[in-house]
């Protein structure tokens, strides 16, 4: 796996929506590439401060439904 590899798949390892088969050579790579090392953990602290501050935020329900359908590799359930 390249950096651009690891790249494309960040957010599905911190998702869990990883390929097992990917999880190995991903791995390896962030643990010898200090671009990508680094790459990750800015992710993680940006995706915690989201987590934190930006979980409890309320919207219309029809701006979270277009929001969260532009994520293409998830579904979601019609909001209520």
Request: charged fraction near 30%; include cysteine; aromatic fraction near 8%.
């Amino acid at each position: 796996m390249d950096c651009k590899e690891v790249g494309s798949v960040l957010f599905l390892f911190f998702d869990n929506e990883m390929q097992d088969d990917l999880l190995t050579p991903f791995r390896d790579h962030v643990a010898l590439c200090g671009d990508c090392a680094r790459q990750m953990d800015y992710t993680r602290k940006l995706l915690l401060v989201v987590r934190e501050r930006c979980i409890r935020c309320t919207c219309p329900d029809g701006l979270r439904h277009r929001i969260l359908t532009n994520f293409p590799h998830r579904t979601y359930p019609e909001a209520h």
